[in-house]
């Protein structure tokens, strides 16, 4: 919970730099004719809302991309588990594109999807996908940023696809001597590729890398799991990368860090509308995935969940003027519906101009959690 309060400040950070968008409402305005109720989960310890109007944005809201990637995980770790139960493999592609300090992100991106259509139309691509007894395919899109790093080479996105692999074909399939050749065929792909779409020649060392199915295992495992507080294209970047959300860890430390905010910025004007995963058609239907929207994944209530009450629209008012949602959801979780009236009571008339001193929250917080 004290997780889930912390990705409440980070949204709070997001919306202060794109005020316009979607997400500047999330979880703070109410839906139509809903009430707002606070739900308790006594399996996980763990207490949400419902009843607040949700913007289901996996690249802009730290709230509702938690969410959304954790479930996204779990299907890819289900459909993992029945193909390789029918015999199948599957192998990690990673393709990365040259990148430099200079380069808008929107244009890269263009560039990228530019190459990576000529990459699957290629017939060398197609021969060794054949060899390899190609199912299907999920890809998903990821973006660092090196402004930290030694060498600041700019953004730099890329794909991490996994294929599902090893219908129809002979053993030698999983051999690393077979696999070695089919990186080295669709590395010359990748190159032609890349420099097609006018992104220069990709290095052998970084440009494509084709890794088995332990890789493939660990990575879909681990997804996001690196840093608590987020997922896929929100984890913690390393050897100097950033990431989007830490580029909002790094207004929240510090305002005056006009450029983490002006990436940020960019950052969610390139990826609007694009989606993380993208899976191949007839693919989720094969290995029994159900098929779900961002926003109906955001909707569901978890299951076993606890009705503990109702918040009135005075009281939510107060809740937003001291900040404190996660707050009153991490009471929620940890004591009862009573501690929560009790904090409300502090709070009282927050909203219409009481004036709450700053540390008398942060006493509350340690008698009621304590």
């Known amino acids: 919970m004290a997780v889930k309060a912390q990705r409440f400040k980070l ?35 763990t207490a949400h809302y419902t009843g607040l109007q949700t913007c289901s944005s996996v690249w802009e809201c730290p709230v509702c991309s ?35 300090r200079g380069d808008v992100l929107k244009e ?29 395919q999920v890809r998903a899109l990821e973006v660092t940023h090196g402004r930290k790093s030694l060498r600041n080479n700019g953004w730099h996105p890329h794909f991490h696809i996994l294929l599902f692999t090893g219908v129809g074909a002979d053993a030698k399939a999983s051999t690393l001597h077979q696999r070695y050749q089919w990186q080295l065929a669709l590395y010359e792909v990748w190159v032609k590729a890349c420099e097609y779409a006018g992104l220069g020649t990709p290095s052998f060392q970084h440009g494509l890398k084709l890794d088995n199915g332990k890789k493939a295992s660990n990575y879909v495992t681990k997804w996001g799991l690196q840093d608590e507080m987020t ?7 390393r050897a100097g990368g950033e990431t989007p959300f830490d580029f909002l860890r790094a207004v929240a430390e510090d305002s005056s860090d006009k ?10 004007h390139a990826f609007k509308g694009k989606r993380q995963l993208v899976w191949s058609k007839g693919l989720k239907k094969a290995l029994a995935v159900e ?43 940890k004591r009862s519906w009573y501690e929560v009236t009790r904090f409300l009571d502090v709070i009282e008339g927050a909203h219409t101009g009481t004036v709450i001193p700053p540390g008398l929250l942060v006493e509350v917080r340690e008698i009621l959690l304590c």
């Open 11 to 45: 949204q709070n950070v997001a919306a202060a730099i794109i005020p316009d968008s979607r997400m500047a409402k999330c979880l703070r305005l109410r839906a139509h004719n809903q009430e707002i109720k606070i739900w308790k989960v006594n399996e996980y310890g």
């Open 66 to 100: 938690a969410k959304i990637s954790e479930r996204r995980r779990a299907e890819l770790l289900s459909a993992m588990c029945v193909h390789q139960a029918n015999g199948g493999n599957v192998h990690l592609l990673t393709l990365t594109v040259p990148h430099q």
């Open 108 to 136: 890269l991106l263009d560039q990228q999807a530019k190459a990576l259509k000529r990459f699957w139309n290629d017939r060398v691509t197609k021969g060794v996908l054949v060899e390899m007894g190609y199912l299907g």
């Open 231 to 237: 997922k896929a294209h929100l984890k913690k970047g």
């Open 259 to 268: 450029q983490a905010a002006a990436l940020f910025r960019e950052f969610a």
């Open 291 to 333: 098929d779900v929207s961002d926003e109906q994944l955001v909707e569901r209530a978890e299951e076993e969940a606890e009705l503990m009450g109702y918040l009135t629209y005075e009281q939510w008012r107060d809740v937003l003027k001291v900040d404190a949602r996660g707050l009153v959801l991490e009471i929620a979780a």
